[in-house]
């Protein structure tokens, strides 16, 4: 029987998805790197003070339809203290709620979101000008520096602000030989190529080949945690390819890749590093309007079980952080199988790609993206 932690899972992971085609739909052509897990716990602290119609909205929106307030809140304090226990990778989640002083909180609101999320509940005067590197240095400390501004500046009709951070960091399980990185060509998607710098490694992976997509699985350290690589077939599938993931189909390549049931195969992986950073907010707001979370926007949105005054959400911010070099990978955010034809022995990942960084064990994504240009 499933858990409310496997049911919150499925959850977050079908939103991610969601929300990923959605925002895939108003940001083509350009490099997008989301945590589902950093927006959805944001939500979730927000969802607890949501009442009526706004309720019912983000209950479709975030999937969580057939689950209590009461099991989303003990099944994602569940998730955080299972993924910030793991040995040998490093994955810190962190809440916070700045709030106007004025402000007049639930009580039950604040013992919520303090027990099971363990959020920071500060006062802030919006108008002050040092109110936004108030919010951007709490972003900075809990990310470990890789995040610095989530905020630019705050309008002084602000009552509240919510912030989530994800940080990850981890070692491979087997490190890349620095010397054997080496200047390569990445095809772009519009044909052109440039030079990256690309990390080679022959060794064991779980591999997987299909006419839609070739996968990759690159462990890290304590083996829990990997990050999944989808390219397509061929440099000539890369429109297709994208297409696909624009349309959903990386939900179904996750099917197609499960946790266990893969062979390992001895490849000569080839692949670039890079560093990227992401950040949405109009087009954030846009999706989450788009997944029918409408109200929680508008002068109409009933947050009553949050606090005594009317209030409604301004803006929502999401930005990510992503680093992948010979020794690891560091990411950050403020929200039986059918085997065909063995794999070639050479694995190179030279065209865009989707990658996901997830949690084999109990299937959690904790970031996900495609990557269009490594440079």
Known sequence: MKTATDKLIAANNQFGFKLFSELLKQQPNQNIFISPLSISIALSMLYNGAVGQTQAEMAIALGLQNMSV??????????????????????????????????????????????????????????????????????????????????????????????????????????????????????????????????????????????????????????????????????????????????????????????????????????????????TKSALKQALVSLGMKQAFDETANFSQLCKDSAAISQITHKTFFEVNEAGAKAAAVTAIEMERGLPPTLIIDRPFFCTIRDQQTGAILFMGVIVDPA
């Open 70 to 279: 009461q099991e989303v809140n003990q099944a994602n304090a569940e998730l955080i203290k299972q993924l910030e226990s793991l040995a040998d990778v490093q994955v810190a989640i962190a809440n916070s709620l700045w709030a106007e002083p004025n402000l007049r909180f639930r009580s039950e609101f604040l013992q919520r979101v303090q027990e099971f999320y363990q959020a920071e509940v500060q006062n802030l005067d919006f108008s002050r000008p040092d109110a936004a590197a108030t919010i951007n240095q709490w972003a900075s400390d809990q990310t470990h520096g890789k995040i610095q501004q989530i905020v630019q500046q705050l309008s002084p009709a602000t009552i509240l602000a919510l912030l989530n951070a994800i940080y990850f960091k981890g070692n491979w399980s087997d490190r890349f030989d620095p010397t054997q990185t080496q200047p390569g060509m990445f095809t772009l998607l519009d044909s052109s190529q440039k030079q990256v710098p690309m990390m080679r490694q022959f060794n064991e992976y779980c591999c997987y080949q299909g006419k839609d997509f070739h996968a990759v699985r690159i462990p890290f350290k304590d083996k829990r945690l990997s990050l999944d690589i989808f390219l397509p077939p061929s440099p000539a599938q890369v429109n297709s390819f994208y297409e696909s993931l624009r349309s959903g189909s990386g939900s179904k390549w996750l099917d197609q890749f499960p946790p266990k049931s893969i062979t390992q195969r001895l490849i000569n992986l080839t692949m670039p590093s890079f560093q990227l950073e992401y950040e």
